[in-house]
């Protein structure tokens, strides 16, 4: 079973080593899986389908985290860079 970075906040926010701040806002979430499609490594769906956060996100790149952001149909994932700046979406 792959591990969840944040246990207690499994869709986030949790801080990449890269310093972005990301989290899916489960309300938005609809469990269409295009996060998990773009970026296996970061996401899961758990029992309610929806994505949370794994801890090898931090072995995938920011372009990649950012792309499966985009790629999701309702913009339920959020990015930070590490200055707090909104980087999806804008």
């Known amino acids: 079973m792959d591990k969840i970075k ?8 949790v801080t990449l080593k890269s310093g972005h701040k990301i989290w899916v ?4 979430c609809i469990g269409a899986a295009t996060c998990i499609a773009v970026s296996p490594k970061t996401y899961v769906l758990d ?3 929806k994505a949370v956060i794994l801890e090898s ?3 995938d790149t920011i372009e990649n985290i ?3 952001a985009k790629a999701c149909p309702v913009a339920a994932i959020i990015i ?3 200055q707090g700046n909104r980087v999806f979406p804008k």
């Open 47 to 49: 029992s309610e389908a």
């Open 6 to 13: 944040d246990l207690k906040n499994p869709s986030g926010p």
């Open 66 to 68: 950012i792309e499966s």
């Open 25 to 28: 806002d489960r309300n938005l």
């Open 80 to 82: 930070e860079d590490a």
């Open 57 to 59: 996100a931090d072995e």
